[in-house]
DNA sequence: CTAAATTATGAGTCATCACTCATCTTGTCA
DNA sequence: TGACAAGATGAGTGATGACTCATAATTTAG
């Protein structure tokens, strides 16, 4: 079931490929041409397409990484237990979203931010259940309600014209909809 | 200053090309090809660059469509003088973004529905004065904010997933942000 | 160290578009 | 109605970009 180990050569060049996809679609967008990735990662094109036999793919690979960083945030934001941890969560989200602006941009776009944003409803139902412990979330509010914001935030912050300023009081105005 | 007027086909011809690319971009995105206008619209592809110069051209003309219709709107609430309008009009454009999903969408993306919403930032400052006066709106809250949550929720109704039950309670806590 | 298998290379293919232009059609106005 | 200008037509152009494949270079197992 599982495939032989690739060749060292072959990592490595898979996780180049990965970096240099990364930055070129946060700096340009997903419509960069896969040319331009493979020439950042220093690698033909073929090696591209060996790795990742369609662009999608290579979004998609990069998608899972990002799920898994902000997964893992969540589980460790949850494990202190703190009732603002929710809060806290919500408000580091979109600070990453403003900054890697593209690439969640371009995946909310083409792959949705909000098919990966969902895919942290479990992560937001625990932070969630412990801000309700704490009383410091308003009765009745759901998970799928604060993922929904979560995206809608993510969505404005990579938008055009919103200044760190504005996005911090957006979003502040956003959770004060949550409290009590 | 101003241009000799239309011929009597030019003039029908632009009106048809203008319905027909709101319905193709609203179906298929802007990605939609300028050649799938031109067959929507029953016209060849020449009379459409004939009256839009440019794929650009077109989308800065639709999108100058909806604007004014928003501002319009805006105007005849903030007419009414009652303090709930801005909530009104918030819950309105969301509304109607969800179901006009493409146009929104790509304007958003390529052109900026965020420069589109706010160049209805003159109209939401009135109705934010208005809200204010009848103290339905918590103090301090600035129109540049009401304008950024209105675009971030107007991204997020045109999400996948987003069902009206959820875009309806996520509106809601949202605007529950902004309530005293 | 050598052979076989895996991977890398990059010029080339094919499809898609935005946009042009020489030619034909139609509206307008005297 | 006739003639001229404004507009319509649609095959053609050039650029771009995803993806292929024959060949060359590496890695690794024995």
């Known amino acids: 079931m599982s495939d032989p180990p690739l060749r060292a050569d072959a990592r490595r060049n898979r996780a180049r490929i990965l970096a240099a996809a990364a930055e070129v ?7 960069a041409s896969t040319e331009e990735v493979a020439r950042t990662a220093g690698v033909a094109i073929g090696t591209v397409f060996r790795h990742f036999p ?4 290579l979004l998609t690979a990069l998608m899972k990484d990002l799920q898994e ?8 934001l949850a494990e202190e237990g703190d009732g603002t941890a929710l809060f806290t969560f919500f408000a580091e989200v979109v600070e990453y979203a403003a900054g890697a602006r593209t690439v969640v941009h371009l995946l909310a776009v083409d792959v949705g931010v ?3 944003v969902a895919a942290l409803g479990a992560a937001v139902e625990v932070l969630l259940a ?3 412990e704490a009383g410091t979330v308003r009765a009745g509010v759901r998970a799928d309600e604060v993922t929904a914001l979560l995206a809608a935030a993510c969505h404005g912050a990579l938008a055009a014209g919103w ?3 504005l996005r911090h009081r957006a979003v502040a105005r956003l959770l004060d909809g949550l409290r009590p």
Chains 1, 2 share one sequence.
């Not at 369609?54 to 793919?57: N, P, V, Y």
């Not at 960083?69 to 460790?76: D, F, K, M, S």
């Open 25 to 31: 679609f946060d700096a340009h967008g997903t419509s």
């Open 54 to 57: 369609t662009k999608a793919d």
């Open 114 to 116: 909000d098919r990966q």
């Open 130 to 132: 412990r801000a309700g």
């Open 69 to 76: 960083r902000l997964a893992g945030r969540a589980a460790a």
């Open 163 to 165: 200044t760190p300023d």
